[in-house]
C-alpha cells in the first residue's frame, strides 16, 4: 500500500509555470505506474500523464504534450509534474496516482490509491 499528498499548486499567471510534487510513502514509487489527473469545476476527471515502472511516460497529448513533463525521484520517493506555459484551461485540481499491476494506465479506474489533490489555479 502506498499513501500520496499533493503540493505545489497555486495561483499564477497564464503562461507561467508550476511545478507539482507527490510524495509517496509506503512503496517506492518505482513499484508503481505513477499517474497525474486533474479535474475542474463541473467536468470529468481528466488523464494527465504518467510515468511506467520502466520510467516510460505517457502524456494526454491534447491537452498536455509539450508542455508539462512527468518525472520521478526513487532515491526521495517523488513523482513530479513540472508545467509550463500554463494556460487558464488547465485551472482544476490535480490528483497524483498509483497503479499497482498495469503496466499503462491511463484510465481512473486503474489506478488504485489516490491523493488528495493540490488545486491550481490559472489566471488569462
Known amino acids: 500500500q502506498v499513501q500520496l499528498v499533493e503540493s505545489g499548486g497555486g495561483l499564477v499567471q497564464a503562461g507561467g509555470s508550476l511545478r507539482l510534487s507527490c510524495a509517496a510513502s509506503?512503496?517506492?514509487?518505482?513499484?508503481?505506474?505513477m499517474g497525474w489527473f486533474r479535474q475542474a469545476p463541473g467536468k470529468e476527471r481528466e488523464f494527465v500523464a504518467a510515468?511506467?515502472?520502466?520510467?516510460?511516460?505517457?502524456y494526454n497529448a491534447r491537452s498536455v504534450k509539450g508542455r508539462f513533463t512527468i518525472s520521478r525521484d526513487n532515491a526521495k520517493n517523488m513523482v513530479y509534474l513540472q508545467m509550463n506555459s500554463l494556460k487558464p484551461e488547465d485551472t482544476a485540481v490535480y490528483y497524483c496516482?498509483?497503479?499497482?499491476?498495469?503496466?499503462?494506465?491511463?484510465?481512473?479506474?486503474?489506478?488504485?490509491?489516490w491523493g488528495q489533490g493540490t488545486q491550481v489555479t490559472v489566471s488569462s
Open positions: 496516482a498509483a497503479d499497482a499491476t498495469r503496466s499503462s494506465p491511463t484510465r481512473e479506474y486503474e489506478y488504485d490509491y
Open positions: 509506503g512503496r517506492t514509487v518505482s513499484s508503481y505506474a
Open positions: 510515468i511506467k515502472r520502466t520510467g516510460g511516460t505517457l
